[in-house]
């Protein structure tokens, strides 16, 4: 069973939309392209560079595929990019029948029964980077076993988010993270299963406590 990693740049408020530049993804209005930039360090290059140390499949929604192949195959001499140009690329959509940057497959007929074949079968892992519009489907299909988050310390208020308000609720379990100079913190999350619910509150709720659980239900009743 190969392994779907979620690679993303996110703001402490969950947006990942254009991290690169400003000419990126300025859809919906986004006024913030390159949010990223000013945080750049050793650490978090060598980092990202880590996370593509071993081979692997680039599983991109159509938006971020063409943002892609119009820039990684004119900078192979960067180890990112020579990186991508290897890695096979499959690309999840309707509108694009030509794809012309080397080592692209379209992935054909039903999108999640694709990428669970992909998945079955035997190979490399697959990183998917951007692509917000994909990642609901693979969210809604519990098809994601680990995050690897680059988190900044800054909150943009809008923009395309990584989670929203439809995506289906469960809980993580950090397995590592490392902070950079400049504040960005790198958390790898896996899957742990549903939320569990608990309180802190070990005895008996008082009268006053019990009046204020009355109140606030005729309110949101």
Do not use: C
């Amino acid at each position: 069973m190969r392994k779907l990693i979620v690679n993303a740049h996110v703001s402490l408020d969950g947006v990942m939309q254009a991290p690169g530049g400003p000419e990126e993804d300025p859809s919906g209005g986004f006024r913030h392209g390159g949010w990223s930039a000013p945080y750049a360090s050793k650490e978090t290059g060598d980092a990202i560079i880590g996370m593509m140390a071993e081979p692997f499949d680039l599983l991109l929604g159509r938006r971020t595929y063409e943002i892609f192949a119009a820039y990684w195959p004119y900078h192979d001499d960067n180890p990112i990019g020579a990186r991508f140009n290897a890695a096979t690329k499959h690309v999840a959509t309707r509108t694009l029948t030509q794809l012309e940057w080397e080592n692209s497959v379209r992935l054909e007929g039903d999108v999640v029964a694709a990428i669970r074949q992909l998945k079955a079968g035997d190979g490399v892992d697959i990183h998917v980077w951007g692509s917000t519009v994909l990642l609901r489907t693979l969210l809604a299909a519990g098809l994601i076993d680990e995050y690897r988050l680059l988190i900044y310390p800054l909150v943009l208020g809008r923009g395309k988010r990584l989670f929203d308000e439809n995506t289906p609720e469960h809980a993580l379990t950090l397995t590592d993270s490392l902070t950079s100079s400049t504040g960005v913190t790198l958390n790898t999350y896996r899957p742990a299963g549903p939320i569990r619910p608990g309180s802190h509150v070990t005895d008996a709720p008082s009268e006053a406590e019990l009046a204020r659980r009355r109140k606030l239900g005729s309110e949101t009743a």
